[in-house]
């Protein structure tokens, strides 16, 4: 360190931090307040000449990676200036190791002054043995400061995500906040119109690509431009021109997101620690998952229908085309496998078949094949038939006592349903009470760690549990929930995409060239076909 001469002058920089979580709780802790403080100082240290201020707003003291910061340490390197004026330690940063290594090391290298104002620390004068222990000692309590403080905010946050609350910065496109509540999310009606478009066309067979194109050709904004045309400060790395374009990837984020059936999926990423700000993905079943938080803007059976079809290994179609009627949904009854479309020419006509993947490249399956056309014929006949056979059989059920057994099944299920609901309850109220345990001192973090995994444990068992009993329900509860999805095509005189991804799972094609269609809902319609019989076999005794 250099040696003070009566006629030396030190160009001196202040420094500012507050971050998010100080607040202006304290006017002495502000931005201003610290600023008049060093100013303050200064003015009465008239070898200190102020030839900058540098400040921090909004930045944790747990890590160096402030602009700032960097700017002041730039400056320092480059002998712009050599005494560096902080309010106090804390102001400096709460690292205890890398606070101690630019106090301790770096700055006598550079030959920089460092003074701590209400610490009454002045590196000049830092040669007491109190000193090398104090600072250590001030710099290690900001550290465990700066580490409380982050295990709060980190359990509030997540009592406030199993709540239900929504803590994201921005609504997701299609949502706003609700002005007064801020944690809810409500409609925006411009932009749930293009989200329920989105889904509408991809069920009528057009590609994520396709739809990109004709949202960008309609002049719809994409969400990043409609949040700033709302005036949100929104900022993203990834712009590059003035006006983006919809992608297919955008599409499909819209088309895989459960959020819009109101379905709140929030805590997916997590830090490793307050000083490691890396992001990292949590597996899913630590993730805060609540059903039923805002109003939905695709109902459950479309969306259901919609991750359906992405999930069929389909072939593109010719842009702007959507894709072929059977695309994805056709597979070989022997072998299992998908079948492909093939385009056979024959005197001056063009023929379609659809023809086993595992022949026609492995020659691992009988050769058989069925004509496009015939196909379709089939299909139609088949699925107008099992259409009837839904509606006589929702008919039934209200003429027989069927009605009354189903009610019966359906109060047991829901007693069940209630205790495991109270189980998952009583898990998730012990959790919250252990985040407070911890964040009060009363358990230690191995303790913690181990109630946690232990309380997480039990209630995803109740979850998986509670999953079972709802599929069970579905099949008792309300049957005219999945019976109406066939109601509305009673009619039908022609297949179209709609129309199959809705009602069918997939078309089987055998070489004989039987054809068998897997409906959507099959077991159900086999267990109220059950009850039925069992109702109409009590009354034959009877």
């Not at 079943?285 to 919609?306: L, M, Q, R, S, Y």
């Not at 109060?411 to 998730?428: G, H, N, S, V, W």
Request: hydrophobic letters at 35%; aromatic letters at 8%.
């Amino acid at each position: 360190m250099q040696e003070m001469t009566a006629a030396q002058v030190w160009n001196t920089c202040g420094y500012v931090r507050l971050s998010k979580e100080d607040g202006d709780k304290e006017e002495s802790n502000s931005v201003t307040g610290q600023k008049e403080l060093i100013r303050d100082y200064l003015s009465r240290h008239p070898e200190l000449r102020e030839r900058d201020m540098k400040v921090d707003d909004g930045f944790t003291g747990s890590n160096f990676e402030r602009p700032g910061f960097q700017e002041m340490i730039a400056q320092a390197k480059a002998g712009e200036i050599n005494c560096i004026v902080v309010k106090d330690l804390s102001r400096f940063g709460r690292n205890y190791l890398e606070a101690g290594e630019y106090i301790e090391h770096h700055f006598p290298f550079l030959g920089v002054r460092f003074i701590a104002i209400n610490d009454h620390f002045d590196s000049l004068h830092s040669h007491a043995e109190s000193d090398e222990i104090l600072v250590p000692f001030k710099n290690l309590i900001n550290e465990a400061y700066c580490r409380d403080t982050s295990i709060k905010i980190r359990s509030q946050l997540e009592i406030k995500r199993q709540r239900g609350d929504f803590i994201g910065s921005f609504a997701v496109f299609g949502y706003k906040k609700d002005p007064g509540n801020h944690h809810r999310l409500i409609a925006d009606e411009f932009a749930a119109d293009v989200v329920r478009d989105i889904f509408n066309w991809k069920l009528d067979g057009a590609s994520a690509i396709d739809i990109a194109a004709r949202l960008t050709a309609s002049g719809i904004p994409t969400p990043m431009d409609y949040k700033l045309s709302q005036g949100m400060r929104y900022t993203t790395a990834f712009r590059i021109k003035e006006r983006s374009e919809w992608s297919a990837g955008m599409v499909l984020r819209i088309l895989k997101n459960p959020v819009y059936t109101g379905v709140l999926e929030q805590g997916r990423v997590t830090t490793p620690s307050y000083k490691v700000k890396r992001l990292v993905q949590k597996p899913r079943d630590k993730w805060a998952i609540v059903e039923n938080c805002h109003e939905p803007i695709i109902g459950k059976f479309e969306f259901e229908t919609a991750q359906h079809v992405l999930a069929m290994d389909t072939r593109t179609a010719e842009a702007g085309q959507p894709v072929e009627l059977f695309s994805g949904m056709v597979y070989c009854g022997e072998c299992g496998g998908a079948m492909i479309r093939k385009t056979v020419p024959a005197a001056k006509k063009k023929y379609v078949y659809y023809v086993c993947a595992a022949h026609k490249k492995e020659k691992s399956c009988s050769a058989h094949s069925l004509r496009a056309e015939a196909l379709a014929n089939v299909v139609l006949q088949s699925l107008q038939q099992h259409i009837r056979n839904v509606l006589d059989l929702s008919e039934l059920l209200e003429l027989t006592a069927a009605a009354h057994l189903q009610q019966a099944n359906t109060q047991k299920i829901q007693a069940r349903l209630a205790k495991k609901q109270d189980e998952i309850d009583r898990c998730q109220t012990l959790l919250r009470s252990l985040y407070e345990n911890l964040s009060d001192g009363v358990v230690d973090r191995g303790e913690y760690e181990e109630w946690r995994t232990h309380y997480q444990q039990r209630r995803a068992e109740a979850e998986a549990q509670m999953e079972t009993l709802r599929e069970e329900m579905e099949r008792e509860l309300q049957p005219q929930d999945w019976m109406e999805q066939f109601r509305r095509y009673g009619n039908i005189t022609e297949l179209d995409r709609r129309l199959l991804v809705s009602l069918v799972e997939r078309v089987m094609v055998y070489r004989d060239r039987r054809v068998e269609l897997v409906y959507r809902w099959q077991d159900e319609f086999q267990a109220q076909s059950e009850l039925i019989n069992q109702a109409l076999s009590e009354r034959r005794d009877v």
